[in-house]
């Protein structure tokens, strides 16, 4: 899409440190803003979620159960208000900068095609396994959720965008700063190459 704003775009596994990255680097980048997909999950109990019987739960992996309608709104309303920010009567004027993580944000084809730059965070099953252990989910997430239905589907959502040759794929096991470190540098980088300078 040709605007103003550069749209970072961090997708992955569950608890590979999608939401961490974000907010790492929107410290980094105080004038930008974020927009997590998690926000657009539907409600427990929602008509339109699949229920998945073997798992006795709600199937919480699939674009279906979140509202993207609404998501999609929002991003376009987002993009559209810090474009007329950029250019600005500023004798110097750095371009925008917009966050959108979530699971699947590379997934739904019109909000990929957004990016400016794409981040997949990986795990091996064991590490998300445990990280995911850790956390609580509402609703809670039944014995052996993650081996008999999350973990499969991530191996599926992540087939599905084999082929978005622009995504970089990052370890999520490394140490935060040294993913943040790449990242920053990718950004500021695209940063430097729009920013308007004024005579």
Known sequence: MDNNVIIVGIGGVTNGGKTTLAQSLHKQFPSSQ???????????????????????????EVLGAVDMDQMMVVVHRKI????????????????????????????????????????????????????????TYDPPDPEHFLEGHAWPMYLKNKAEVKEQTDIVYIDGRLDQDTILSQVVNDVQKMVENRTIYRK
């Open 34 to 60: 974020i927009i997590g997909q998690d926000t657009y999950f539907k409600l427990p109990g929602d008509s339109s979620l699949t229920y998945l019987s073997h798992v006795k739960h709600s199937d919480w």
């Open 80 to 135: 559209n208000e810090m474009s007329h920010e950029y250019p600005s009567a500023s004798v110097e004027t750095a371009p925008p900068v917009l966050i959108i993580e979530g699971f699947l944000v590379f997934n739904h084809r019109e909000l990929s095609s957004l990016f400016s730059l794409k981040y997949f965070l990986t795990l091996d099953k064991e590490t998300c396994k445990t990280r995911r252990s850790r956390r």
